[in-house]
């Protein structure tokens, strides 16, 4: 009885991997996860100093008194330098200038 189940377990593991690698050759990976739409906002430092931001995992400074063109999905999180998130892309801020003081 014990190896029969084992036996079905085996077989349906074996039928589904590869189903499950040839997934991600063709962008349909399950780990990655759908991020939404694409959005534009603008972030305006509106400070007399640079402001170092993270966008995800990409650093960015700012300058002062300084603008970025930034383009990211939805719910893409912008960091300050406490690490802290200062923004949360929303389909709302399309077109939006966000400014940080």
């Known amino acids: 009885m014990v190896r029969r189940t084992v036996l079905a377990l085996v077989l349906a593991a ?8 040839h997934a991600a050759l063709f962008g349909h990976s399950s780990n990655t996860p759908d ?3 694409m959005v534009k906002v603008t972030l305006k430092n509106r400070t007399s100093a ?22 990211a999905a939805e719910g893409t999180h912008v960091y300050g330098a406490d690490k802290s998130v200062k923004l949360t892309v929303t389909r709302d801020l399309n077109g939006t200038t966000c400014s940080f003081r």
């Open 35 to 37: 991020r939404g739409k």
């Open 14 to 21: 074996s039928t589904l991997a590869p189903t499950a690698s």
């Open 50 to 71: 640079p402001m170092d931001l993270l966008v995800e995992d990409k650093p960015i400074t700012l300058a002062a008194n300084g603008e970025y063109e930034l383009k």
